[in-house]
T-cell receptor, first 110, second 115 residues
Framework: QKEVEQDPGPLSVPEGAIVSLNCTYS??????FMWYRQYSRKGPELLMY????GNKEDGRFTAQVDKSSKYISLFIRDSQPSDSATYLC??????????FGTGTRLLVSP | EAGVAQSPRYKIIEKRQSVAFWCNPI?????LYWYQQILGQGPKLLIQ????????DSQLPKDRFSAERLKGVDSTLKIQPAKLEDSAVYLC?????????????FGPGTRLTVL
């Protein structure tokens, strides 16, 4: 079993839709949770960072962490074609290496 | 602020040949990481440097991969000899320090194809 599981997609939605991206994990020591966005032929860039459980909002993006269920989510409101990219979840136990999911490819059509 | 620079951007080699990748991190960033990202997978950490020293190289195939970070700035990752399964994007990242959490900034990557 992989430490971090993520559906590879692709996930296709129309412009303006609400997008839900998810990851599950098995290591209960993970405390730091991140979402990265990766455009084609580019390096990942950090979108959201959350420590422990709870919600965090930044513009159209909301990150949720449920440690009891070992489940994290990223919601994108009013999705735009420019949001089309691969979204990678990543997590760490602190002072430990980041463990990435496989990434979910998102396609937002105009 | 300039980002993480990597070169070359693309490289095609035959199996059993050697190849080297170069990374220049963001100025002032003490920690440097090399990741391997195989198509359809997330990045996997190969090696982490804190200044000149190696913090974690547990997932580096040491029989063929080597990395160095001279003077605590630029870094080079080498593969010798390359295998078909080494085909991947090699990402370099840097962060200010190596605390419980420090944002990692990624370069554009070097796409390696081994034929």
């Amino acid at each position: 079993q992989k430490e971090v599981e993520q559906d590879p997609g692709p996930l296709s939605v129309p412009e303006g839709a609400i997008v839900s991206l998810n990851c599950t994990y098995s290591n209960s020591a993970f405390q730091y949770f991140m979402w990265y966005r990766q455009y084609s032929r580019k390096g990942p860039e950090l979108l959201m960072y959350t420590y422990s459980s709870g919600n965090k909002e930044d513009g159209r993006f909301t990150a949720q962490v449920d440690k009891s269920s070992k489940y994290i989510s990223l919601f994108i409101r009013d999705s735009q074609p420019s949001d089309s990219a691969t979204y990678l979840c990543a997590m760490s136990a602190g002072f430990q290496k980041l463990v990435f999911g496989t990434g979910t490819r998102l396609l937002v059509s105009p | 602020e300039a980002g993480v620079a990597q070169s070359p951007r693309y490289k095609i080699i035959e199996k059993r040949q050697s190849v080297a990748f170069w990374c220049n991190p963001i100025s002032g960033h003490a920690t440097l990481y090399w990741y391997q990202q195989i198509l359809g997978q997330g990045p996997k950490l190969l090696i982490q440097f804190q200044n000149n020293g190696v913090v974690d190289d547990s997932q580096l195939p040491k029989d063929r991969f080597s990395a160095e970070r001279l003077k605590g700035v630029d870094s080079t990752l080498k593969i010798q000899p390359a295998k078909l399964e080494d085909s991947a994007v090699y990402l370099c990242a840097s962060s200010l320090a190596s605390g419980p959490y420090n944002e990692q900034f990624f370069g554009p990557g070097t796409r390696l194809t081994v034929l």
